[in-house]
């Protein structure tokens, strides 16, 4: 199957401070990218959508200006928790579709983000 | 998309066929049945997906009813690292578009 990677897979920060978490797909190119994040011995809550030289769309609650999300080219999106606080520590996942539509979202291995 | 309902958790023994059910009752005629599952502290990962008929692959087989109202995801030789939450996800549009991730059923495979 195809494989899309995240990095970094783990990260500890200063609250206040911005964290940037890349996902790629690393041998498929995708126009849609997916954001999702899961607290502990929860299911995996959809973030936002990333379309790839647009806009990103935000799923109702999650702020558009707290969860930055660039999508620059077909195997590449980012996500930048800025000004992260402890209650944003999760497991941050991301998707992607194949562009060539092979009917399956494949997912990242997910980042783990420590606010102290 | 359809609200999908699964057993909280099961448990297996080491070798023996997992049959994970799922309950799809408001599913509609384009709409397509995914599986996937999560081992703990990692990223899902895709299992299979039908729409009507049947499906196999080297991981798992699908049983879609003929209703397509419930299915069933068979791993017919399960192993210690088949420990893992499973999801069975209702969703249009081949995936393109979002999934929605409900409970899950967690399935404890035990020697």
């Known amino acids: 199957g195809a494989v899309v990677s995240q990095h970094p897979s783990w990260v500890i920060c200063k609250s206040g401070t911005s964290v940037k978490i890349e996902c790629r797909s690393l041998?498929?190119?995708?126009?849609?990218m997916f954001w999702y994040r899961q607290f502990p011995k929860q299911s995996l809550m959809l973030m936002a959508t990333?379309?790839?030289?647009?806009?990103?769309?935000?799923e109702q609650g999650v702020e558009k200006d707290k969860f930055l999300i660039n999508h620059a080219s077909l195997t590449l999106s980012t996500l930048t928790v800025t000004s992260a606080h402890p209650e944003d520590s999760s497991f941050y996942i991301c998707?992607?579709?194949?562009?060539?539509?092979?009917?399956?979202?494949?997912f990242g291995p997910g980042t783990r983000l420590l606010v102290l | 998309d359809a609200k999908t309902t699964q057993p909280t958790s099961m448990d297996c023994a080491e070798g023996r066929a997992a049959n994970l059910p799922c309950n799809h009752s408001?599913?509609?005629?384009?709409?397509?049945v995914y599986w996937y599952r999560q081992i703990h502290s990692q990223g899902p990962q895709y299992i299979i997906h039908?729409?009507?008929n049947n499906e196999t692959n080297e991981m798992a087989s699908l049983i879609i009813t003929e209703d397509r109202k419930s299915s069933t995801l068979i791993l017919p030789h399960a192993t210690l690292r088949d420990t893992a939450v499973y999801y069975c996800i209702v969703t249009t549009d081949n995936a393109g578009n979002m999934l929605t991730f409900g409970g899950g059923t967690r399935l404890m495979v035990k020697p």
């Open positions: 039908g729409l009507k």
């Open positions: 041998d498929f190119q995708a126009t849609t």
């Open positions: 990333s379309n790839e030289g647009s806009k990103a769309t935000y």
């Open positions: 998707s992607a579709r194949d562009l060539q539509g092979t009917e399956t979202q494949y």
């Open positions: 408001t599913i509609s005629g384009n709409e397509y």
